[in-house]
C-alpha cells in the first residue's frame, strides 16, 4: 500500500494526514473566537487581589 510496507504503517500514515487536516480545520473554525470574556477577566483579578492580600498577612 503506497510501497509503505505494511497495512498499519499506511494506516498510521492516513490517520497522521487525517489528524492534521482536522487541526487546521479546526483552527480555521475558531480562529477570532473570543478569548478571555469580561467576567473571566474581573474573576481573574479578583483572583488576582486576594492572593496579594493572603501573601501580606504571611
Known sequence: MLGLGDIWVALGFWLMILSSV???????I???KGGI????????QMWAK?????????
Open 22 to 28: 482536522l487541526c487546521i480545520i479546526y483552527g480555521i
Open 30 to 32: 475558531n480562529w477570532n
Open 37 to 44: 470574556t469580561r467576567e473571566e477577566l474581573e474573576e481573574e
Open 50 to 58: 486576594e492572593e496579594e492580600e493572603v501573601e501580606e498577612t504571611l
